[in-house]
């Protein structure tokens, strides 16, 4: 059980910045790992980033130093802060929940469009 509920996306020029949030609801957030996911047109669905529930972070090598996911329990949501935005990370974002013994994502949102224009 669980919902997952993206917002944030939208259009932005090259060298620009957009903050996705997504929010979870019906699971045991603070124990989940959290993930970022994209899928560009014509692309598989690609690897982000992600966030333990002890915190610890993991990137893709294409977006380290430029994009940071972060995670508040409180409110139950993950965030990815995108700087430094180029035309190549245009897609389709999605985030994702793991279970604390799971090995798969089992959870997903319904998707968040970024486009990046020149």
């Known amino acids: 059980q669980g919902q997952l509920v993206e917002s944030g996306g939208g259009s932005v020029q090259a060298g620009g910045s957009l903050r996705l949030s997504c929010a979870a609801s019906?699971?045991?957030?603070?124990?989940?790992?959290m993930g970022w996911f994209r899928q560009a047109p014509g692309k598989e669905r690609e690897f982000v980033a992600s966030i333990s529930w002890t915190f610890a972070t993991t990137y893709a090598d294409s977006v380290k130093g430029r994009f940071t996911i972060s995670r508040d329990n409180a409110k139950e949501t993950v965030y990815l802060q995108m700087s430094s935005l180029k035309p190549e990370d245009t897609a389709v974002y999605y985030c994702?929940?793991?279970?604390?013994?799971?090995?798969?994502?089992?959870?997903w949102g319904q998707g968040s469009q970024v486009t990046v224009s020149t």
């Open positions: 994702a929940a793991r279970g604390r013994y799971s090995n798969a994502y089992g959870y």
């Open positions: 019906g699971r045991t957030f603070s124990t989940d790992t």
